[in-house]
Each structure stands twice: as C-alpha cells, then as structure tokens.
C-alpha cells in the first residue's frame, strides 16, 4: 500500500518560513518522480515546485527563488522549503508521487497525500 504523510504546516508571519517533508512508503522511492502542490479555498489546485528522480527541479514562477525542493532518497522522503512566505501562499499543500514526470506536470499523478495546511498571516 502506497503512502504518502505530509508534515510541516502550520502557522506563520508573513516573511517567516517553514520547511514541509513528506515521507513516502510503499513505492520505490528512488524511482519516482516527486512534486508539490497547493490548492487555497476557492481555487485550483496548482504545481508549485517538482523534482525528478535524479533530482533536476522545476518551480511555478509565483515561488521561484523562495521555495526549494529536494528529496533524500535514503529517508524516502521530499521536502519543500519555503522562505520569504507571503499570505497569498497560504493554502493546503499535497504532496504527490509518479514514475513518469509528465502526470506530475499534467496533474495527474498516481500517488496523492492527504495534505498539510500552510497559513501566512499578513
């Protein structure tokens, strides 16, 4: 059984900053393709940082320069960074798990977490 668990959200200043690590098991970790997503209330939800299997990242241009993505495949697990946070980053981020790149990048990926609430107060 496949899972993905996000940790990491939470409450912050506008300007702060919070790292998001999501763990994965039941796959082959090494091998998969890795992203981020967020969703705010009312809205899509949208990529905002991916990373492949041998780590070459991609980042939406609303958080290019504040957020990093990596991955420590020893841990199976993926983190987002994000520096210089701003309210309009406030959503619900998942973390999300493909063998092929392309599902991460059309949004159909075959692995979803549940999800970690982000909040920016201004």
């Known amino acids: 059984q496949v899972q993905l668990v996000e940790s990491g959200g939470g409450l912050v200043q506008a300007g702060g900053s919070l790292r998001l690590s999501c763990a994965a098991s039941g796959i082959t970790f090494r091998l998969y393709a890795m992203a981020w997503y967020r969703q705010a209330p009312g809205k899509q939800r949208e990529l905002v940082a991916s990373?492949?299997?041998?780590?070459?990242?991609d980042y939406a241009s609303s958080v290019m320069g504040r957020f990093t993505i990596s991955r420590d495949n020893a841990k199976n697990t993926v983190y987002l960074q994000m520096n210089t946070l701003k309210p309009e980053d406030t959503a619900d981020y998942y973390c999300?798990?493909?063998?092929?790149?392309?599902?991460?990048?059309?949004?159909?990926?075959?692995?979803w977490g549940q999800g970690t609430q982000v909040t920016v107060s201004s």
């Open positions: 999300a798990a493909d063998q092929l790149y392309r599902r991460l990048a059309e949004r159909s990926p075959n692995y």
């Open positions: 990373i492949t299997s041998r780590g070459s990242t």
